[in-house]
């Protein structure tokens, strides 16, 4: 049969004549085998080489390296990015930030944390007990960041949680502000009074 | 020398494309289709003490939303509490979501039920609004990674036999 069109040419081989060539043993050329063969020797001399060394070869290794350095270039980015998104939706010249931190917590078992600014509240944070811990170690808690405008302001801060024999107990602490230029940081400090056997609510601006 | 500079320079090229890549796949919105982020909250357990979602990433949490006043809720949160001592081991968190305004019935109800797990009581509804359950009860299945996977309603026992195969497989994930 003459095939002159070569879209018939094509569906006559797609079609009864494939069937028959998938039926015969595939035939490979020689230059195939010895391809298969030189990639053979060469993978095997390369095993072999790594084997001796027992490292990987240094270009290996400047990549390792490099890729770390790159890494650590990421997280940097990454912090420096943070850094700028809070400079642009916090300015410096309206900027307040409010800390808590703890100090032994014998008489005081933090629950909540409740922020009013003029007498709006701004946040009401509740503590798990793993915040409550990473505080007992330490830690320092940024509990609101928010922008206000220059002038004085009223900020009361009231903590709730429980108190010296097990009772709840809820305190509240306030502090006059006069924001200026500039960022100011608040923070919020509960220690044990001994004396008293009372827990203690400090308020007090970061210079 | 020349060589290894080229390929040199040719892997930090391919560095810097896999990081870039990273990087926008990581800041990528989620599209259509894709599991959304489960909303982090912070509630008090009608048992005392403060649960925050976010401290259970790594794990399985299966919420459940109801109130005192849904008849069949009660059948959910006995199932869920059976579910929870059994893949504690494996990883899953379960939460009950109180939606009632007052706790006081909702108290009662988990003391009659006999639950240890942890009812949160979301009295100001910040969580219902956040996650929009259609109905009570509601069960939400959020995986490790702090995506919310399934939802489902009352579930028979065609729903029960789903669920637990999609809540053994994202424990296996």
């Given amino acids: 049969m003459a095939i002159d069109s070569p879209g018939i040419a094509h569906a006559y081989l797609s079609g009864r004549d494939r069937g028959y060539r998938e039926r015969q043993p595939a035939r490979r050329p020689a230059a195939f085998w010895l ?16 084997a001796e060394e027992g490292a990987p070869p240094p270009d290996f290794q400047s990549l390792d390296g490099e890729i770390g350095a790159l890494k650590q270039e990421v997280v940097d980015l990454n912090r420096d990015l943070f850094l700028l998104e809070e400079e642009l939706l916090f300015p410096a010249n309206t900027q307040v930030a409010v ?6 917590g014998t008489f005081f078992g933090l629950d909540s944390v409740q922020i009013l600014v003029d007498g709006k509240e701004v946040t009401n944070y509740l503590y798990t007990q793993r915040e409550v811990d990473a505080l007992l170690r330490g830690g320092v808690h940024r509990v609101w960041l928010g922008n206000l405008k220059a002038g004085k302001h009223e900020l009361t801060a009231f903590f709730t949680g429980v108190g010296p024999h097990g009772r709840d ?5 306030t502090l006059e502000i006069d924001k ?10 509960i220690s044990d009074r001994v004396q008293k056997l009372q827990p203690e609510f400090l308020v007090r601006e970061w210079d | 020398m020349a060589e290894r500079t080229a ?9 810097i494309l896999a990081l870039l890549l990273g990087l926008f796949l990581a800041h990528a919105p989620a599209r259509a289709g894709e599991p959304a982020t489960a909303p982090d909250f912070a509630l008090k357990a009608l048992g005392g003490g403060n649960y925050r979602l976010s401290e259970r990433r790594g794990e399985v949490v299966a919420l459940l939303f109801w109130g005192s006043w849904c008849g069949g809720c009660r059948s959910e949160l006995e199932r869920l509490e059976r579910l929870g001592a059994t893949y504690a081991g494996a990883g899953l968190s379960v939460w009950g979501v109180v939606l009632d305004e007052e706790p006081g019935d909702a108290r009662a109800v988990a003391s009659a039920l006999g639950l240890s797990m ?3 009581h979301d009295a100001r509804r910040e969580v219902a609004r956040a996650y929009r359950p259609k109905r009570l009860p509601t069960l939400l299945l959020i995986d490790r990674g702090g995506a919310v996977r399934y939802a489902y309603g009352e579930l028979d026992s065609r729903a029960e036999r789903k669920m637990l195969a999609d809540l053994r497989g994202l424990l296996d994930e």
């Fill in chain 1, 99 to 104: 800390f808590v931190s703890m100090d032994v």
């Fill in chain 2, 118 to 120: 942890p009812q949160l």
């Fill in chain 1, 180 to 189: 200026g230029v500039g960022a100011k940081y608040v923070e919020l400090r």
């Fill in chain 1, 35 to 50: 391809a298969v063969a030189a990639a053979c020797l060469l993978a095997l001399g390369a095993t072999a080489a790594l």
């Fill in chain 2, 7 to 15: 390929v040199g320079r040719a892997g930090r090229g391919a560095a």
């Fill in chain 1, 169 to 173: 107990y809820r305190r509240g602490a």
